[in-house]
């Protein structure tokens, strides 16, 4: 299994520009998990999905934020506008099972907003 | 605010000694799971203790949990250079399937 599998790796935009972020889960987990991290407020949980559906979404920092997750191999994080502050790495991590053992988690992508 | 946090925020020890991280926690846990982070990369889960677990095992890690106390303390025995990350506790609440993360401990190794 190649594990979960973000993309892109690094990401710079201006300020007002749309940004998607793209990950692919392990096959046959059934959460998926956005996480953002940066120095000043650590690992923020976002949203996750079970079985595709959204089960809590009160991390999402506001409405510029959405996810979205079509199918169960395919998840994206969508920031429209984005603004410099939205400057940090985003995390997918997904897991089998309700109470989950343990997380895998993608490499992340950086992502810079000018 | 975060379930857990780490204590110390960084440690610095020299290679082969032992390092010992806490965290502790607020509220009532399914369990507890500790992960390590690369500078640049994910995070890579360790171990977890279920909250009816005292203490665990895995290889140069060992874990406790005191649920009366709500904290859980990580130690890596025989340090290398290898082991220098940032570790970071994380709880899964009783009634909840996400994972909430502390603020980490930053390892240094030195040679």
């Known amino acids: 299994d190649a594990g979960v599998i973000q993309s892109p790796r690094h990401e710079v935009t201006e300020m007002g520009q749309e940004v998607t972020l793209r990950c692919k889960p392990i096959s046959g987990h059934d959460y998926l998990f956005w996480y953002r991290q940066t120095m000043m407020r650590g690992l923020e949980l976002l949203i996750y999905f079970n079985n595709n559906v959204p089960i809590d979404d009160s991390g999402m920092p506001e409405d510029r934020f959405s996810a979205k997750m079509p199918n169960a191999s395919f998840s994206t994080l969508k920031i429209q506008p984005s603004e410099p502050r939205d400057s940090a790495v985003y995390f997918c991590?997904?897991?089998?099972?309700?109470?989950?053992?343990?997380?895998?988690f993608g490499s992340g992508t950086r992502l810079t907003v000018v | 605010s975060q379930q857990g946090e780490e204590d110390p925020q960084a440690l610095s020890i020299q290679e082969g000694e032992n390092a010992t991280m806490n965290c502790s926690y607020k509220t009532s846990i399914n369990n507890l799971q500790w992960y390590r982070q690369n500078s640049g990369r994910g995070l890579v889960h360790l171990i977890l203790i279920r909250s009816n677990e005292r203490e665990k095992h895995s290889g140069r890690l060992r874990v406790t949990l005191d649920t009366s106390k709500k904290s859980s303390s990580l130690l890596i025995t025989a340090s290398r250079a290898a082991d220098t990350a940032s570790y970071f506790c994380a709880t899964v609440g009783s009634s909840a399937s996400k994972i909430i993360f502390g603020s980490g401990t930053r390892l240094s190794i030195r040679p």
């Open positions: 991590a997904s897991s089998f099972a309700d109470r989950p053992r343990g997380y895998t």
